[in-house]
């Protein structure tokens, strides 16, 4: 029996198309997936995320425990309510869980982990909490619902406490709490929005109050298209925890410095980061006829050098778009093969498209 | 009430295949199949001249969500193809029994199509999947 999100007879009564997803039932779409995907583009979307979990941690010890925790560092936070991606990495330097950690306060961080991994995370932040004064709440009191597009904050902005409409000012990657209700300028979409933690009491009324506001309820099939045209990964299908961050593309959220501070998994990421041979994460646009799919294998002439780890059609780009791991050797071109034929490909770094435009040149 | 059209036979495999009279058999998928499958971004449809078995594999179908493969409901010769899905996959979305048809034979043994269900069958067929 899978879990529902307290949004659930909404999505039901508008009409979703609700699949099994990471132990929870979740819309998949309200009608087209298509039409959800350009309405994000060209507009505003909302998606229901509180199968996300968000997970208190406060006492004396979290600052250092997180150091430690994370392959980002958040000695980077400095001002209430900015937020940093990191990986969460096992001692062998593969990916636990890839994660949003707020800064609430010296005594006071927040994360927000994937659906699917939830048990396996908390299982493993607890088995590295020794020694530190810490308490751990997953706030399973909490719904959360990504409002994003360009037209997002504008029809939100108005349904929001006093306090909260300040939001309209935040930057990218900060968030504004009033009470239990907390507005974050973060997104998996490529566009401007807010993801936005409520009381789940509230969460049905703040969902329609969102829709009859112009918001359109997307599903998970949009959301896939709409992360991965903006180059973000998605765990699970990018990396795991056999792949560290350094083969999927993120290296960029490895803070190497300072050199003294010892995060887990940091040993092996050190020798991995001067192998030649580490396999390099890239886009791929296909220029011939098909469709990119997860695990179709990539050729160089005779020579299988990699697979497809994301892919799918990119509604905004009308071609079929993918990332995938590959031999660090990697021309500006390659070969997929799609059921026994080869079809050409071009090499691209991604993201394919953002804020409502392709930002690739084809 | 169904819309599943009564003036063709079905495949399990979720196509329809329409005796046009002139000896020719036009075949698509149903409107059934294209819901399961979303939004349609992409047709690879067999070459006219190339023939078929029946039951085998000719055309592939691939949504936002998944690549399906099309079966050929009867053996035969592949006499037209429509091009127009090339540019427009979402038609088969749209209207699965009329401007979505797929690709048209000349059947080798009109036998194969009693094999097949009626409208009615079909229905209860789908109705017994969900």
Redesign the interface.
Known sequence: MNKQTVLYPKHQQMGAKLVPFGGWDMP??YG???QEHHQVRQDAGMFDVSHMTVVDLQGAGVKSYLRQLLANDVERLKNEGKALYSCMLNEQGGVVDDLIVYYLGDEWYRMVVNAATTEKDLAWMESQSGGFELEMTPRRDLAMIAVQGPNAKSKTLPLLSEKLQQAGELKPFNALADGDWFVASTGYTGEDGFEIMVPGDQAADFWQALSDAGVAPCGL?ARD?LRLEAGMNLYGTDMDDEISPLEAGLAWTVAWEPADRQFIGRGPLEAQRKDPEKKKFIGLVLTG???L?NHLKLFNGEQEIGEITSG??S?TLER?IAFARVSPDVGESCDVEI?GKRVPAQVVKPPFARQGKAVLAL | MSNTPTDRRYAKSHEWIKDEGDGSLTIGITDHAQELL??L??V?LPEVGQSLDAGGDCA?V?S????SDVYSPVSGEVIAINDALDGAP?TINEDAFGDGWMFKVKASDMSELDGLMDAEGYDALVAEEE
Request: aromatic letters at 8%.
């Open positions: 998949l779409h087209s997936q298509l099939g298209t006829r098909g469709v799919r799918g059609f509604p079929s059921r | 979303g939004d971004v992409f690879d592939v691939e936002v969500k998944a690549a979402e």
